[in-house]
Each structure stands twice: as C-alpha cells, then as structure tokens.
Nanobody, 130 residues
C-alpha cells in the first residue's frame, strides 16, 4: 500500500510541470487526496486537495489560477498541473490521502490547509529557477 509521486524537476519561471500521484494496493475511491509542499526552511502547507465523494476541491490562494488538480479514476492517479511557475513554488511536493469523512466543506478546507492528512507518499522536488 503506497502513494508514488513523480514528475518533479527543474523549470524556468513561467514554465509548467505536471506531477502524478499513483496509489497502489488500494483504490482512491472514498478518499480525499491532496498535494502539499514544503519549501526550504518552511513548514508543510496544502497547495490543493480534491474530495472523491463530495467533489470538493480547494486551492491555496498562492496557487489559485495556476495549479489544477485532477483525477484519473481508471489509472488510480491524481495529477497536479502547475502552470506559470514562480521561484516561490520551489519545494518538495508530496501527495497524501485521508478518508473522505470531513462532514463539511469547511472541515475539508481546514484539513487541506493544515496538511492534516494521514497517509503520505514520498516527495518529489520541484525547482523553479532561471
């Protein structure tokens, strides 16, 4: 049972990357999935999350309009499309899941924002630099 994140790399400001998070050993149905990031010297923060049961999505203000989370149910994979990347997006990006029992959109947003998800994959490094 694991989450495998991939797709990180180095890109110039303004560029794009797509991260993938593939679950193995379990189905993502019934879980919320999030992309979280940790920049050097900073705490972990939620970038974006998606709920498979309620259909909620949430984006941090810092990525809204530039990042898009999506899910391919057949591939048991969640993607993070990152466009218009900025140097401040440089971080290790993690995907994580949590049972989709938040009870309300507000609780979902709080858990996403606090990176309060229970099962984590390894990270993938994204570096945005000229």
């Amino acid at each position: 049972v694991q989450l495998q994140a991939s797709g990180g790399g180095s890109v110039q400001p303004g560029g794009s990357l797509r991260l993938s998070c593939t679950a193995s050993g379990f189905t993502l149905d019934g879980y919320a999935i999030g992309w979280f990031r940790q920049a050097p010297g900073k705490g972990r923060e939620g970038a974006t999350c998606i709920s498979t049961i309620d259909g909620y999505t949430h984006y941090a203000e810092s990525v809204k309009g530039r990042f898009t989370i999506s899910r391919d149910k057949a591939k048991n994979t969640v993607y993070l499309q990152m466009n218009s990347l900025k140097p401040e997006d440089t971080a290790v990006y993690y995907c994580a899941t949590d049972p989709d029992y938040f009870g309300s959109y507000g609780a979902f947003v709080r858990s996403c924002g606090r990176a309060d998800f229970g099962f984590w994959g390894q990270g993938t490094l994204v570096t945005v630099s000229s």
